[in-house]
């Protein structure tokens, strides 16, 4: 399972049923769960922890130093779940001891080619990364998220749940859930009512998120009455409650 053109360290700790192709190389330091498979070119450094059933395809480069100017060889990681997805020449690297030393990537994550996860992000689960879509450090991914090829998220971003972010957009501001965002900068245009269907979303919770969406972007109110108008709307709608404290907890301003 594992090529004899393989590079892989001694120190390096490889589960059951791993497989690992020509001319990929592993570091010291890294930890390999069953059934992942790694095909031939890729490159994993530590310290790096990989968990069970994932798939790194060629010439990818994971685990890595940060790429931060103020980086000077700190011991810091990368985890990384369970069944995730790492296309073609994707690159995640490790954190840095000012972010909190650790990039994390949850479960079930799909990085498609070309697309790059910077120092100390926080990657939930079942999020897409279309190809060349491209986070700064410090980013936090929550869940079921679909980014659209060479999105860029600007460092210390915060994405909301169920957001969708177009092809080609741009911000620097926070993106809150069920979101739909475009353009560069990117400005709202809806909620993500075909990602929602597609999750299971009611179509009772589409009108009471729809309602407050309108609400949020469309009335014109200040930013803090939206909110207190929002806080009255989650009796009836439960899932507005994630929204109202994403807002109420959120450093940045909002897309808006």
Not at 68 to 77: A, G, Q, S, V
């Amino acid at each position: 399972m594992i090529h004899e053109q393989a590079i892989v360290d001694s120190s390096a700790s490889i589960g059951d049923d791993v497989t690992i192709g020509a001319f990929s190389i592993i570091g010291p330091d890294v930890t390999i769960g069953d059934g992942t498979w790694i095909g031939p070119h890729a490159t994993i450094n530590g310290p790096t922890t990989i968990g069970k059933n994932n798939k790194i395809f060629q010439y990818a480069s994971v685990g890595d130093a940060p790429q931060d100017i103020r980086y000077d060889n700190e011991p810091t990681e990368l985890i990384i779940g369970d069944d995730n997805v790492i296309r073609e020449s994707v690159t995640i690297n490790r954190g840095t001891p000012h972010g909190g030393g650790v990039t994390r990537i949850g479960n079930k994550n799909f990085l498609m080619a070309y697309s790059h996860v910077a120092h100390d992000c926080q990657v939930g689960n079942e999020n897409i990364f279309a190809n060349g879509t491209s986070l700064g450090g410090h980013v936090v991914v929550e869940d079921c998220i679909v980014f659209g090829g060479f999105a860029l998220i600007h460092q210390f971003v915060h994405v909301g749940s169920y957001a969708f972010c177009a092809m080609g957009c741009g911000t620097n501001k926070n993106i809150p859930p069920y979101m739909m965002i475009a353009g560069n900068p990117a400005t709202p245009h809806g909620i993500n009512k075909i990602g929602l269907q597609r999750r299971g979303f009611s179509d009772d919770s589409l009108k009471g998120i729809r309602a407050a969406y309108k609400k949020l972007y469309l009335s014109k109110l200040k930013l803090n009455d939206a909110i207190t108008e929002l806080e009255t709307m989650t009796e009836s709608c439960q899932e507005i409650i994630p929204l109202v404290e994403f807002i109420k907890n959120s450093e940045r301003s909002i897309v808006r």
